[in-house]
């Protein structure tokens, strides 16, 4: 079985400023991994997700991540948040064969200050 | 563009009355949808995996006979929330698996609140 750990429900940070939102997974067999993003009472947005190949993944709106397997993580980076980038992120896995069933983790809550 | 579209966005229903979420892919086929529900302020919880043209996996706690799931084409699956109680209020958001892609997408939700 999978598991999803998002360390931290909440993360403010001061606009412009750079900012990474943790994730941990555990899973006995491969993973896929996937960050979206939620704007209030909406749908989920992916941002990008890790298959295979580089563990540098680069998704949407200027967010990269990148898969450790040896730490069993995936954090979520940015260079520098805008007030736009506030919003709920979720961390997900997939188990083997992407069959789409996805876990989630807790979500972080992304607040941008001015 | 999306491309998995819910309706309604927004319901509101009496409790002990049915309601049906539709929940379908725009541009692809998809022979596996999934349902999720989420509290607010909390993450999604998956409810069931539906399955063309076969009865859905419904994840453990999740009562196959109060979450009727539907999906009789390629691009359309419908929850319904029978004989609903002001409990079942809730976010519900589907999912579909687009193979050529090789991408899960999420449709808008679907808020039910039950009065």
């Known amino acids: 079985a999978q598991s999803v750990t998002q360390l931290d429900s909440q993360v403010p940070v001061f606009e412009e400023a750079p900012v990474e939102l943790r994730c941990n997974y555990s899973?006995?067999?491969?993973?896929?991994l996937f960050w979206y993003v939620q704007y209030p009472n909406q749908g989920l947005q992916l941002l990008l997700k890790y298959l295979s190949g580089s563990t540098l993944v680069k998704g949407i709106n200027g967010f990269e991540a990148e898969f450790n397997k040896s730490q069993t993580s995936f954090h979520l980076r940015k260079p520098s948040v805008h007030i736009s980038d506030t919003a709920e992120y979720f961390c997900a896995v997939s188990g083997s064969g992407n069959t789409g069933k996805l876990i989630f983790g807790q979500g972080t809550t992304l607040q941008v200050k001015p | 563009g999306a491309v998995v579209s819910q309706h309604p966005s927004w319901v509101i229903c009496k409790s002990g009355t049915s309601v049906k979420i539709e929940c379908r892919s725009l541009?692809?086929?998809?022979?596996?949808m999934f349902w999720y529900r989420q509290f607010p302020k909390q993450s999604l919880m998956l409810m069931a995996t539906?399955?063309?043209?076969?009865?859905?996996?419904?994840e453990q706690g999740v009562e196959k006979d109060k979450f009727l799931i539907n999906h009789a084409s390629l691009t359309l699956s419908t929850l319904t929330v029978t004989s609903a109680h002001p409990e079942d209020s809730s976010f519900y958001i589907c999912?579909?698996?687009?193979?050529?892609?090789?991408?899960?997408?999420f449709g808008e939700g679907s808020w039910l609140t039950v009065v």
């Open positions: 541009d692809f086929q998809a022979t596996t």
């Open positions: 899973s006995s067999v491969s993973v896929y």
């Open positions: 539906s399955n063309e043209g076969s009865k859905a996996t419904y």
């Open positions: 999912s579909a698996r687009d193979l050529e892609r090789n991408t899960i997408y």
